[in-house]
């Protein structure tokens, strides 16, 4: 049954597709976007378009950029040689929200998963194996406590060993199941000084 106009619940049906936006929210959302000034609306359609248009993956890291080269492996103060495998820009961000790593990252744009259907071929792991046959140290895991993430290390860490690059993980200061970015600055640097050699 409709109850709104034909706009109204195309707007809500729109705003329902979001992840973690239920009906009663995208309700919501939709009547205070329609009481907004109609320029705030049209700054908020070119945000959303723009965004959409001229993020792209960095060349590098496959992390989600403006530019060609996102700005972390355009520093060349970093150590290029030390590379942190997250699953995510969020994760990324994490870790760099501590302001204490000083390598670089490698995004893969998700975790294997057999339940999802996700393997291998599906995450940006071809990629981090091209980028090793550069000089590098030192691979750092930082993929969740989840199945799925454990999963993954354990996958990645079999690729590289028999390349001699040195492989570790980060320590499980990370709750079980536990999402990256969601934990505080001094867990995630624990985590990271107490990795371990896979
Ligand atoms: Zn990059």
Redesign the pocket.
């Given at each position: 049954m409709d109850y709104y106009s034909k706009q109204i619940n195309r707007l809500v049906s729109e705003l329902a597709s979001l992840p973690g936006i239920g009906a009663k929210s995208a309700q919501r959302l939709a009547f205070h976007i329609l009481n907004m000034p109609t320029e705030n609306v049209e700054q908020l359609s070119v945000a959303i378009l723009e965004a959409r248009n001229h993020v792209c993956y960095?060349k590098?890291?496959f992390?989600l950029?403006d530019d060609e080269?996102?700005p972390?492996?355009a520093n060349q103060e970093r150590d290029h040689d030390t590379i942190m495998v997250v699953e995510n820009s969020r994760d990324l961000a994490a870790y760099e929200k501590t302001g204490k790593y000083t390598g670089v990252y490698h995004v893969l744009h998700g975790a294997i998963s057999p339940m999802l259907g996700i393997g291998p071929g599906d995450i940006r792991l071809k990629e981090l194996l091209q980028r090793l046959q550069k000089d590098a140290a030192e691979v750092i895991i930082a993929t969740n406590s989840s199945l799925e993430g454990e999963t993954t290390a354990m996958y990645i860490s079999k690729l590289i060993k028999p390349t001699g690059i040195k492989v570790t993980r980060i320590a499980s200061g990370v709750p079980v199941g536990g999402d990256l970015e969601y934990i505080d600055e001094v867990t995630l640097l624990r985590a990271l000084e107490g990795r371990r050699v896979l």
């Amino acid at each position: 049954m409709d109850y709104y106009s034909k706009q109204i619940n195309r707007l809500v049906s729109e705003l329902a597709s979001l992840p973690g936006i239920g009906a009663k929210s995208a309700q919501r959302l939709a009547f205070h976007i329609l009481n907004m000034p109609t320029e705030n609306v049209e700054q908020l359609s070119v945000a959303i378009l723009e965004a959409r248009n001229h993020v792209c993956y960095c060349k590098e890291c496959f992390t989600l950029t403006d530019d060609e080269i996102c700005p972390i492996c355009a520093n060349q103060e970093r150590d290029h040689d030390t590379i942190m495998v997250v699953e995510n820009s969020r994760d990324l961000a994490a870790y760099e929200k501590t302001g204490k790593y000083t390598g670089v990252y490698h995004v893969l744009h998700g975790a294997i998963s057999p339940m999802l259907g996700i393997g291998p071929g599906d995450i940006r792991l071809k990629e981090l194996l091209q980028r090793l046959q550069k000089d590098a140290a030192e691979v750092i895991i930082a993929t969740n406590s989840s199945l799925e993430g454990e999963t993954t290390a354990m996958y990645i860490s079999k690729l590289i060993k028999p390349t001699g690059i040195k492989v570790t993980r980060i320590a499980s200061g990370v709750p079980v199941g536990g999402d990256l970015e969601y934990i505080d600055e001094v867990t995630l640097l624990r985590a990271l000084e107490g990795r371990r050699v896979l």
